[in-house]
């Protein structure tokens, strides 16, 4: 049994990952201010200790540190568009607290941190398959803090031995999604839109493309930067995606049922597509869930 912390871990991808380490029989501090506006609801694994505490505190979270082994970092200002009309809050949060995160895991001398970071930050200039290598394209202020986010990483791990790995997510999606608002996810609002029989709101034209990946491949990932012991894999970047990718125009037909065009949003890329190598043959990872099987499986459980 090992000793964790996940910041974030009420929300999505977080309270997933928090079951999986529960479910081993580790102990796990959560660290969540729980205020994700697209959560309809957040989280809470009893079996955790939960502590609604913001990374943006240091001297809150500091001595949450100590004889903790492993942190997996989630916790952020997770979406592109509302992270233009508030720049300094998803500045501080993704930037300083994710500073906040490693000092105080480089002080209480934590083994490792794996940080979740985004695709976004490829832009518009890299073209698809995207790797690790090309240099970032940051359009908002969420991809430039989470750029920076590594840098830090790395830093930490090439100054102080502190050991990290960056993980790099393509759009997640799967069970507790997030549903509220214009800007939640797009698999989870196009099935909430199809059970209340509405029509699902194509962005623009429908034709970017983006790569989804299923939210338990993305916690299998998670364990794998946990569990690998390798010098390749430290400070290091490793993409999270499938190496396939739809439109949404593409997922509205594949759920179907009525849509309809609704006005393009600014500072998005047109295509997203993961080269998937690296992790593949560093971490011995592959997704295993198919977009297409996944929607079939819900709508049959839903009908």
Request: aromatic share 10%; glycine share 6%; net charge neutral.
């Amino acid at each position: 049994m090992a000793n964790f912390i996940v910041t974030g871990g009420k929300g999505f991808i977080g309270s997933h990952l928090v079951d999986k380490l529960v479910e081993k029989g580790h102990y796990v501090i959560v660290i969540d201010n729980e205020s994700a506006e697209s959560n309809e609801r957040f989280y809470i694994n009893d079996k955790a200790t939960n502590m609604k505490s913001d990374i943006n505190d240091y001297e809150d979270i500091e001595p949450l540190f100590y004889d903790v082994d492993i942190v997996f970092h989630l916790a952020s200002e997770a979406r592109l568009q509302p992270s233009i009309g508030n720049p300094l809050l998803t500045l501080k949060t993704n930037y300083q607290g994710t500073a906040n995160v490693l000092e105080a895991s480089r002080k209480h001398k934590v083994k490792r941190v794996i940080f979740s970071s985004t695709s976004s930050s490829y832009g518009r200039k890299n073209t698809p398959p995207l790797k690790e290598d090309m240099i970032p394209d940051c359009l908002t202020p969420y991809s430039a803090s989470k750029i920076g986010a590594e840098e830090l990483c790395k830093l930490y791990y090439h100054l102080y031995g502190l050991e990290t790995v960056i993980l790099r997510y393509f759009n997640v999606y799967g069970e507790r999604h997030p549903l509220k608002g214009p800007y939640a996810p797009i698999i989870g609002r196009f099935l909430k839109q199809w059970m209340y029989h509405k029509p699902m709101t194509v962005v623009g034209d429908g034709s970017k493309r983006r790569d989804y990946t299923y939210v338990d491949d993305v916690i299998n990932a998670n364990i794998l930067a946990l569990k690998r012991d390798s010098d390749r894999m430290l400070g290091e970047v490793f993409n999270v995606g499938t190496g396939r990718n739809y439109s949404s125009l593409e997922i509205a037909l594949m759920i179907g049922g009525d849509y309809k065009f609704i006005e393009d949003r600014p500072a998005e890329a047109q295509e997203t597509l993961a080269d998937i190598s690296k992790i593949k043959n560093i971490l011995g990872w592959y997704p295993k869930m198919s977009l297409e099987n996944w929607i079939k499986n819900f709508k049959d459980v839903e009908v």
